[in-house]
């Protein structure tokens, strides 16, 4: 629904700022359901301030299309790590995976127990917590982004009855029936990321949609050493509870998620600073730092195709 560029806001006295600006696709510009979609995902991600999530700094309108303003994260999100680690033949590396996505529940149990200005619940649900929305930079900064299918209380946007919201292959079993949700579909997404991290395979994509929905009812999941033998049992236990069909067997929240994955880290020993998970990242994308030295021209206000075309690679 949006196209993103790397920009940079210059002050006064030479004072400037990388951000991300993230613009509406200018044919959907004029639908109003999308507009809508748009604007919630603002109201809702700039009342969240937490480490692990990327902020909104502003919302505004330029020749009749919305815009963000948000954190710019100079890294890679998981599906094109975990795509390039494939590319390169290099083994998944559970302790990463794990130190990720701890940092990833606590961005999200920010989220679940995040209040209003008033101090009332905000009730929030992800609904879209995939690998493309968990970003990793190259310090070893972790950031959850895209709240555009979130669901929380005052939202204008409200997603029709019938209507399955976020991509199918990290749906939980109860999203895809229909079923009232809560933060739990967002436990069990995090549980699909973190297996096929620690596996370096696919948990329940298939070659069509309907194979791959026939998948998730299905639920069935292996223990992930049963593809990795170097993890250890009381990983298994923790990645199959955050996988259990049934929700309430599943892990009651984000929080509780975290405190057991946790516990795995320290007892297993693969505890891990943010400079290593940066020198990790950095290790498969050695071309990027080339892209994080982007000259701005401060001697024109506006850019021509070949130069947008330039600056759309780089971000």
Known sequence: MAEVYKARRAGEHGFER??????????????EEFVSMFIDEAKIA?????????????????????????????????????E???????????????????????????????VDGMGRPLDLIHRDVTPQNILVSFEGDVKIVDFGLAKAQGRAHATQAGVVKGKLAYLAPEQ????????????????????????????????????????VHEAHVEPPSSLNQVIPPQLDRVVLTALAKDRDA???????????????????????????????????F????????????????SLDEEELEELEEIA
């Open 84 to 114: 390039r680690e494939r590319e390169w033949r290099a083994p998944p590396h559970a302790g990463i995976a794990c130190h990720v996505i701890a940092r990833a529940l606590e961005g999200l149990s920010h989220a679940h127990k995040a």
């Open 286 to 301: 050695p071309e990027a730092h080339e892209a994080s030295h982007v000259h701005f021209d401060d001697t024109t206000a």
């Open 250 to 284: 599943r892990y009651q929240s984000a929080q509780d998620f975290l405190d057991a994955l946790e516990e795995v880290i320290w007892d297993w020993g693969v505890v891990y600073k943010a400079q290593q998970i940066g020198a990790y990242v950095s290790h498969f």
């Open 46 to 82: 700039v009342q969240l301030s937490h480490p692990n999530i990327a902020a909104v700094h502003d919302l505004g309108r330029i020749d009749g299309t919305c815009y963000l303003v948000l954190d710019y994260v100079h890294g890679r999100d998981l599906r094109i790590l975990w």
């Open 176 to 215: 895809m029936r229909g079923l009232p949700l809560d933060p739990r579909v967002d436990v069990y997404a995090a549980g699909i990321v973190l297996w096929e991290l620690l596996t370096g395979q696919r948990l329940f994509y298939a070659d069509t949609d309907l194979d791959t929905l026939r998948k």
């Open 18 to 31: 990388v951000l991300a600006v993230k613009r509406i696709l200018p044919h959907l510009a004029a639908d």
